[in-house]
């Protein structure tokens, strides 16, 4: 079936660093791929997502890489900050699918100041 | 405007108890989505509307958990005879449209579920 594997499960970095989270899908056939980020006790919230035409998607210091032949997508943040600390979710939409979305095990990102 | 809202923000009951669970999608919002995020997951799919049908009700776990839309937007997920396994937070998304294409998702806040 779907299966999205979301690497790494924790991540820890400086402030001003970058990280980097990656996220590998099982099928070809998926389209749709955003990236949510959820503050503790509050709700997922969409922060950037790319469709499966385009490879790469930049929304100021957030951007997003697609490689449709490994199948796998990747977020990318640049000069991090502490309020960048959050449990981030990526997921897919399965082509076959009219829209549920099928989500990674998240990663909890830590920005020390 | 007003994002997608979820009533009760929380909920405690016994086992074996009837909860119902109300979704107030954003307004002119076709799809709704039910979604169930346990601690330290991701949101599971449950159950997606398009309009007043249930389009895809694959990821309901069982008989115990139904949902409802009659008039197409408000929505209500109904579990009976819940279980202890049954405590999450229940998320529910709204989206324009699915067809042709993903839309974006919105979430509700949520509905913690505490099944004692």
Redesign the interface.
Known sequence: GENVE?HPSTLSVQEGDSAVIKCTYSDSAS??F?W?KQELG?????II?I?SNVGEKKDQRIAVTLNKTAKHFSLHITETQPEDSAVY?C?E?YGG??????????TKLSVKP | GAGVSQTPSNKVTEKGKYVELRCDPISGHTALYWYRQSLGQGPEFLIYFQGTGAADDSGLPNDRFFAVRPEGSVSTLKIQRTERGDSAVYLCASSLSSYGGADTQYFGPGTRLTVL
Do not use: E, T
């Not at chain 1, 509050?42 to 969409?46: E, T």
């Not at chain 1, 699918?97 to 998240?106: D, R």
């Open positions: 979301q389209n749709y955003p949510y509050k709700r997922p919230q969409l997502d469709r979710f997921a939409v699918s009219q829209g549920n979305l099928i989500f990674g095990k998240g």
